[in-house]
């Protein structure tokens, strides 16, 4: 299996403690969800895809990047979000950041094949290895990872080539 995102690779940088909320600065925290449609009862489930979405909008998540002193978990949580819904001229400079990053923290993990939209794709198994963390905990991540987007991160042989 190969994974095309540095998703996971920001979790070896982000401490685990607990998420701290606004600096007292104006600096917007995720909102919870609400009720936009009036044809759904308040009490329905959301799915995690939609609660992601609509954790963030282009504004807040754009004024996250930019603040010098907010919580690394809220700024991950900001650039994941961009990664995923943000617009393509965003997308490709964090991916391309993503990928300067990952040479530099990771110089031993190398992409072995390329996605279906040309994104490197790197083996899971050295993936883990450079995360420290089991194949098993890496392949759970992604699982997580691709539940909570809505979107496919990891690909097999035939969805990959070894073109860029």
Not at 114 to 128: E, F, N, R, T, V
Not at 143 to 149: Q, S
Request: charged share 25%; proline share 9%.
């Amino acid at each position: 299996m190969y994974y095309n995102s540095g998703l996971l690779l920001h979790q070896r940088e982000t401490p685990s403690k607990p998420k701290k909320t606004g600096d007292g600065r104006g600096i917007p925290e995720p909102q919870p969800l609400t009720n936009v449609h009036g044809d759904c009862p308040a009490n329905t489930s959301v799915e995690p895809m939609t609660a992601f979405k609509q954790e963030w909008t282009l504004e807040s998540a754009m004024e996250i990047l930019q603040h010098p002193t907010v919580d690394s978990e809220i700024w991950a949580s900001a650039v994941e979000w961009l990664l995923i819904y943000g617009p393509p001229e965003i997308q490709e400079l964090l991916q391309q950041s993503s990928g300067h990053a990952t040479s530099k923290s990771f110089p031993e993990l190398q992409p072995q094949r390329y996605g279906p939209d040309g994104s490197p794709c790197y083996d899971l198994g050295d993936l883990a290895r450079s995360l420290g963390i089991s194949e098993e905990e890496a392949r759970a991540q992604l699982a997580e990872k691709e539940e909570k987007h809505g979107v496919q991160h990891g690909f097999s042989d035939d969805d990959t080539t070894t073109l860029q």
